[in-house]
């Protein structure tokens, strides 16, 4: 076949935070391979940091070989590393609540909390580990940013909505909202958020949370710590993950990569992991594009319709939508080629009301 070269594209985008020396930084640099600063001491990480991966996909290289394809284009992740926050960040405490702007536009937020003793790392207030205390702090600051951030727009809405209605009804919410807040209570967890009236807001804790507990090499088989630790962040997702492993990892071919993990009795690695969470928490899925010139995967929301995943690829796709000829990976796979799969009436035509699957291999039939 000939040379499949990759094409990195961003979707989706998720902001890392988590306290000094939790192993914030050292998780990101494992997750994408960069080699940013990450030392024992706080404050390591001063401007944010930003790494673009692609999405574990293996189907892709089995599409690209079946089509002699050019180009592999895998789905990809935008990870956001900022300053470790400390308590009393909102106030000016440290250097992290300055540079939280910069994960205001992520889809998701992934937590990171060290779950794991090492005397030779300092802790970020030296002392003993403590999963929940740390948890605390950090949704704190959260709630508190957001405090800062409603407040900030309320003295304006108050002027628009002695004459605008909207404005009013703006109004309104916005100090319910900020009510909740002042109770502790993350915006993620309300029952549901008109997002057209806090879309410019960027409110962190209206993001969906991600947990990822840094254990040690013990901690990615120990179920007891697991569950224990989860318990801490339910109804949340959770995950575990070994920094240093995830670090041992970079390098290594799929076999070797495989056979590590295999040591540790795992068999993903964190960045797949995560992904996967992430699209779980986000309600997420990919499908899949096929041909000589590329292989493809697009992301898009669970519950599409096929011109709306068309729409991701070209807007005129949308528009002009005639048809989508379907068929699942598997099936494609089993038939060996597109041709044989054809000639065996696998290949479906699906008109506008289809609901994409997350194995579609799809082409798009559209007129404009």
Excluded at 119 to 145: G, K, M, Q, S, V
Excluded at 297 to 314: F, L, N, R
Excluded at 324 to 352: F, M, N, W
Aim: charged fraction near 20%; charge should be negative; proline fraction near 5%.
């Amino acid at each position: 076949m000939p040379f499949a070269y990759f094409v990195i594209i961003a979707s989706l985008s998720i902001g890392i935070v988590g306290l000094p020396n939790v192993g914030k930084s050292t998780t990101f640099n494992a997750l994408t391979n960069n080699h940013i600063l990450a030392t024992n001491y706080p404050f390591a990480t001063i401007e944010p940091n930003t790494g673009i991966v692609p999405v574990p996909d293996p189907r892709l290289a089995v599409l690209a070989t079946m089509y002699g394809a050019q180009k592999i284009i895998p789905a990809t992740v935008t990870f956001v590393d900022i300053a470790g926050l400390v308590a009393g960040a909102s106030r000016g405490e440290g250097l992290g609540n300055k540079f939280l702007h910069n994960i205001r536009e992520c889809q998701a937020i992934v937590h990171v909390v060290r779950a794991f003793e090492n005397d030779d790392i300092l802790r970020h207030d030296e002392a003993p580990i403590n999963p929940h205390a740390d948890i605390d702090i950090i949704t704190t600051e959260l709630l508190l940013a957001d405090i800062q951030t409603i407040e900030q727009r309320l003295p304006r809405l108050q002027k628009e909505a002695k004459a605008d209605p909207r404005s009013r009804k703006k109004l309104t919410y916005l100090e319910h909202l900020l009510g909740e807040l002042q109770r502790g209570t993350p915006l993620s967890t309300l029952d549901s958020l008109d997002d057209e009236a806090i879309h410019d807001l960027h409110l962190l804790t209206a993001k969906p949370v991600i947990y990822a507990f840094n254990v040690d090499e013990a901690g990615l088989t120990d179920t007891t710590l697991q569950n224990t630790l989860a318990q801490l962040v339910a109804p949340a997702q959770s995950l575990f993950i070994c920094a240093k492993l995830e670090e041992e990892l970079q390098g290594l071919s799929a076999t070797e990569a495989s056979e590590l993990l295999a040591d540790y009795g795992v068999t993903e690695t964190g960045l797949a992991k995560l992904v996967r969470t992430a699209y779980h928490t986000l309600g997420l899925q990919s499908y899949l594009t096929a041909g000589p010139k590329e292989v493809r995967a697009w992301t898009i929301h669970k519950g599409w319709t096929a011109p709306q995943a068309a729409g991701v690829i070209h807007s005129d796709f949308e528009r002009g939508f005639i048809a989508a000829q379907v068929i699942s990976y598997d099936e494609l796979v089993k038939a060996g080629s597109e041709a044989a799969a054809r000639a065996a009436g696998k290949i479906r035509t699906e008109g506008k009301n289809y609901i994409m699957q997350p194995d579609d291999v799809v082409e798009f039939r559209f007129n404009v």
